[in-house]
């Protein structure tokens, strides 16, 4: 079982693809992580990989995708794979599509869409301020100082770095949404997408992402596998 989790970035999708891939038992394929392992152990890719990061270039399609096919083939990834941040364009998917049915016959199962609106993704991005003297940091809505702008344990003026103001979160959602949009729409023509709703609680996001793909996916033994109604390991 392959699947992608996508979702703009304050969107809670780290949180979730570290949930799923435990309640589900499948591996958490993350392209930046396979990049940063490669590059450290100097495989033929980490190589190739650095280069083109050095040069300020982008890597290309066809690396990554026999990056992520090699991986893949690995054991950690025998029962499946739940993919976060490959693909980003339609090309990629097409492109992956296509290597995952020539090495395993088989392609993406569903793509999870976490899906938050605007204005609360910006609410979740912007507005935090960080101590300089203690590095405590708060947020002006979801964890606010007993004073503004004051830090409770040092009294020190709380200041706010460049990636925390809202210009900087408007200008990351502008760049995933536009590059990413169009690659929900492709997945939803095909009726794989499944759109979750993000502005509840995680536990219920999970709980909602679970229902949804034991509907959609599955027979009554993996559903109880995954809603931990057995303690035995889900093979796909």
């Not at 503004?148 to 003026?157: E, L, P, T």
């Amino acid at each position: 079982m392959y699947l992608i989790l996508l979702g703009a970035p304050g969107a809670g999708k780290g949180t979730q693809a570290h949930i799923l891939t435990s309640r589900i038992q499948i591996a958490h394929v993350s392209s930046g992580d396979l990049f940063r392992e490669n590059i450290k152990k100097g495989t033929p890719i980490g190589i190739e990989a650095k280069g083109y990061i050095d040069r300020g270039e982008l890597v290309p399609d066809e690396t990554v995708i026999e990056m992520i096919m090699n991986h893949l083939n690995t054991p950690a990834c025998r029962n499946g794979a739940l993919l976060d941040g490959f693909p980003r364009t339609i090309f990629q998917a097409d492109s992956l599509n296509n290597a995952l049915h020539e090495r395993f016959n088989k392609g993406i199962g569903r793509i999870i869409y976490v899906k938050v609106d605007t204005d609360a993704l910006l609410q979740r991005l912007s507005g935090r301020w960080i101590c300089p003297v203690c590095q405590t940091p708060y947020h002006e809505l979801n964890n606010p100082p007993k004073i503004k702008g004051i830090c409770d344990h040092d009294a020190a003026a709380l200041y706010q770095r460049d990636d925390d103001k809202r210009s900087t979160a408007e200008r990351r959602l502008q760049v995933y949404f536009n590059q990413t949009m169009p690659l929900i729409e492709y997945y939803k023509k095909q009726g794989l997408l499944l759109e979750i709703n993000g502005q509840q609680s995680v536990e219920n996001v999970t709980n909602d992402i679970i229902e949804a793909l034991n509907v959609l996916s599955m027979d009554k033994e993996k559903k109880d596998i995954i809603l931990g109604e057995t303690e035995e390991s889900l093979v796909a």
